[in-house]
Every structure is written in structure tokens, then in C-alpha cells.
């Protein structure tokens, strides 16, 4: 008895999480594919149990499982320092988190790492007031200006010039902006950031999704080589349609939700890869993107902040 209810405990999960990662499927699944990366350790879990109960043959499948499932889970690092290039550069996106009080650690960590490009989503005005010590370190901003303020809370800063900047509106209100990049290099990058809605309902999916085409439709009219889009998502990288966004772009998932759990006021362990960077560099001929990683020295928002280095040529 107890070896078929493990047995229907381990293969109707796994079934499930096949289904909902290879097929297109309803809006609830497609927000649970976010915490497939749980699976591990579910199995993990397993395998003890039927470790205690002297069920050899259950064990090893239990264990077998639990590696497999291990593969395309989302890290809290990415290097590939094989195809890191002479000329790099350092872009910094952030969900501020709008209830976040004190922004310390995130003016702290900028002050000394210095990252060529800040993207932050989650913006407010009170945020926007303690981000002003930054100005001399980042003199290039878009988000904060009369008559612009912050769309859909997002704000740019860079500490070389930025031109060209725009906020395109989709049908459902929501914004997208662009923005020229005239990097140290004298390379300009076409940027492009956005905020898309959780998708907390069918209607707010439908509007996430219908962003993210706009969004794939507006970068192929770029007019430039070295093209960024980047921004909280709120689409989880073990899913179809993460894998059928931006395709001919580079990207590389790590995990950055949630840091912690509001309603319950516990902290978590980021699981799901929200916070994403796609990048096209047709002047590269290795990987565009150098490394990507968790900032773990910058705290007050239940998303991390990631840091990525991208190669100029």
C-alpha cells in the first residue's frame, strides 16, 4: 500500500509539471509553473521517506528523480567565463517594491559597484527623493521628470548619456519605455524596459501577454545591432511561452522571487526567475551575456536584484 501511494506521489507531480512546461495551458498552471523548481526537493522529501521505510528500489527512484529534476532549474549564478570579453558592461535591474521603505543597501551596493546601467521597477516618488544621492554618479536618468514622472514605476539611470527616451502605451494602459544607451564604449544600445502585470487573473494574464508581444514586435524595428530588453516580467522561465519570447535573443534565468512572503511575513527562498534579461549583440561572436547573478547585499524588496555583465565586442 505504502509503495503505490509513493509511487502515484512521485508520477502525477511530475506528469503535472511536464504538461504544464512543454504545452500551452490555462492561466492558474502556467503561475505554478513558477515554483517547478520546488521539485527537487520534493522528491528529495520522498526519497527520505522511503529511506525510513526500507524501500531500497523506492529510494534510488526517488533520488534518481530528485537529479534529474534538477536540470534547467534556476541558479543564483551564471558564468561563463570562457566567453567573457575585454569590453564588458554592468546593468543592475532592481523591483524597488513599492512598499519598500529604505532604499540603503540598493544606494550602498550602486555607490561602490558602480554598474554602467541601473533599471529599476517599482518606483515611487519617495523613492525617487532618496535616489537623488545618486545624481552625481548617475547624471542620465529617465523616470522622475515633470510631466514624465514614473511609468508604471520604472526609472533608468546611467552614468553615460541617454537619448532618444519614449513611453509607448498598450491597449490595456500599461507602459513600455525606450530609451538609446550611448554606452562608455561609444557603442549605442537600443533599451528596452517594462513592468508587464502579475497575472493574478485571466484578464491581468491576457494583458501580461498581449505586453509581451508588443514588446517582441516594437525590438525588431530597432535600428540598431546591440538591442536590451529587461525588466520584472512576472513570467517564470519554466514556461512555453518564456521559452517563445525574444527566441533569437540571449538570456539566462536566475532565480529572484520571493525573498519573502507579505501576507504571512516569513522569508523565502527565491525560486522562480521573474526578473529577466534578453540581449542581441550582432558585434559578438561568443554569448553576449558574460555572467548573471543575485545581489544578495541589497534587501528591502521581496524580489532580489540581479546584476549582469554583457559583452561589447
Known sequence: MLKTLMLLAAVLPLTLAVYIRFFEV?????????????????????????????????????????????????GQRFLQSEVCESKTLS??????????????TLITYVRE????????QEVTPKHGE?????????????????????????????????????VRTSAAGHSIVNVIWQTRYLRDVFVVAAHPPSPRSEVLWLERNALIQDIGSFVERSPLTFNLVLGDFNLASTTRRFDQTLSDYSTQPV??????????????YPVAAIDHLWVKNEDVQHSPICSRER???????????????LNVE
Open 255 to 268: 532565480g529572484s522571487w520571493p525573498l519573502f512572503v507579505k501576507r504571512w511575513e516569513m522569508k523565502s
Open 130 to 166: 532618496q535616489l537623488t544621492s545618486l545624481n552625481n554618479l548617475y547624471p542620465y536618468r529617465f523616470g522622475g521628470q515633470r510631466r514624465i514622472g514614473y511609468p508604471n514605476g520604472l526609472m533608468i539611470m546611467s552614468r553615460s548619456p541617454l537619448y532618444g527616451m519614449n
Open 113 to 120: 559597484a558602480k554598474p554602467d546601467l541601473v533599471v529599476l
Open 26 to 74: 490555462s492561466w492558474q498552471l502556467e503561475n505554478l509553473a513558477a515554483f517547478l523548481s520546488v521539485l527537487p526537493m520534493y522528491y528529495a522529501a520522498l526519497g527520505i521517506v522511503s529511506l525510513v521505510a526500507r524501500k531500497g528500489l523506492l529510494t534510488v527512484v526517488m533520488i534518481l528523480t530528485s537529479l534529474s529534476t534538477l536540470v534547467g532549474i534556476n
Open 295 to 309: 545581489v544578495k547585499e541589497i534587501q528591502g524588496s521581496d524580489h532580489a536584484a540581479i546584476l549582469t555583465m
Open 91 to 104: 546593468v543592475l535591474q532592481y523591483n524597488v517594491f513599492y512598499e519598500n521603505t529604505s532604499l540603503d
